[in-house]
């Protein structure tokens, strides 16, 4: 948490999942994925998000017994040599149980602390949260675009699923905010969303994960994935996020100290 309370820190994304969007199945042996995350963190990642079921649109959920087939070996092979802390995405209880027994010093819900025991889980063991803002459940997160009025429905939602972690045991300090760029958002929502990320905050600190999604080529016609995906975190972290979730973790970070020495 020490990063994001400083602002700007980055998250670097390691997917151990065969059909994640971009970066499906490269990661999935856990000698691969520690040699990633070693890079990440030599580029400049201050935490590392690891991730064992895709979420992406049109995504099959898989067991929790399949998920942490994928995470555990990866968590043993790569929590006790990294020398930054390690995230794991995961909605599902029984999952995070696995992960915080191994190392893991946050979970990285989209889901939002929803599943049963989740709350109470991250609570009892002193981990860090991250509470994403999804609409439905798992299995349909994309199926329906949210209304016009979806700022203050995904405000309101992190202000309550915040409330009911800190009334779980959680203590504020390790709760961040994710406004959920791309679920059940279309392009100009995701736009408008990455613009305020301010705005969902509170008393929190924010995460926007903007990373390679499909609204970029819109808001960024003709770039680079990669490249426009270090702008729009750069977007972010101007308009009030205190992080941003990334696969390049490179390219960004060096963006990021880039417009950090043109603004003094």
């Given at each position: 948490m020490a990063a994001f309370r400083r602002g700007k820190a980055v998250m670097g994304i390691l997917n151990v999942t065969p059909d994640s969007f971009s970066d499906g199945g490269l990661w999935a042996r856990p000698e691969d994925a520690a040699g990633r995350a070693f890079r990440m963190e030599d580029e400049g990642a201050d935490i590392i998000d690891i991730g064992a079921e895709s979420t992406r649109p049109g995504s099959v959920p898989v067991s929790g017994s399949d998920e942490a087939a994928r995470l555990v070996p990866a968590l043993r092979e790569i929590v006790p040599s990294l020398s930054i802390p390690v995230s794991v995405d995961t909605m599902k209880t029984e999952v995070a149980e696995k992960a915080i027994g191994l190392g893991a010093d946050m979970i990285n819900d989209v889901y939002g602390l929803r599943g049963e025991g989740m709350a109470e889980l991250c609570a009892g063991s002193g981990v860090s949260v991250v509470i994403m803002h999804a609409p439905g459940d798992p299995g349909n997160f994309h199926s329906e675009i949210?209304?016009?009025?979806?700022?203050?429905?995904?405000?309101?939602?992190?202000?309550?699923?915040?409330?009911?972690?800190?009334?779980?045991?959680?203590?504020?300090?390790?709760?961040?905010?994710?406004?959920?760029?791309?679920?059940?958002?279309?392009?100009?929502?995701?736009?408008?969303?990455?613009?305020?990320?301010?705005?969902?905050?509170?008393?929190?600190?924010?995460?926007?994960?903007?990373?390679?999604?499909?609204?970029?080529?819109?808001?960024?016609?003709?770039?680079?994935?990669?490249?426009?995906?270090?702008?729009?975190?750069?977007?972010?972290?101007?308009?009030?996020?205190?992080?941003?979730?990334?696969?390049?973790?490179?390219?960004?970070?060096?963006?990021?100290?880039?417009?950090?020495?043109?603004?003094?």
């Open positions: 949210m209304g016009q009025n979806f700022m203050e429905e995904i405000r309101s939602f992190l202000s309550g699923r915040a409330r009911a972690a800190e009334e779980a045991g959680i203590k504020s300090g390790r709760i961040v905010l994710d406004p959920g760029i791309g679920f059940g958002k279309d392009a100009y929502q995701n736009q408008v969303i990455l613009r305020s990320s301010g705005f969902f905050s509170e008393k929190y600190p924010v995460l926007a994960a903007s990373s390679r999604k499909r609204f970029l080529s819109v808001m960024y016609p003709g770039t680079d994935p990669d490249e426009a995906s270090a702008r729009a975190a750069l977007v972010s972290v101007i308009h009030g996020a205190a992080g941003v979730r990334v696969h390049n973790v490179g390219r960004t970070a060096d963006l990021l100290r880039l417009a950090g020495r043109r603004r003094r």
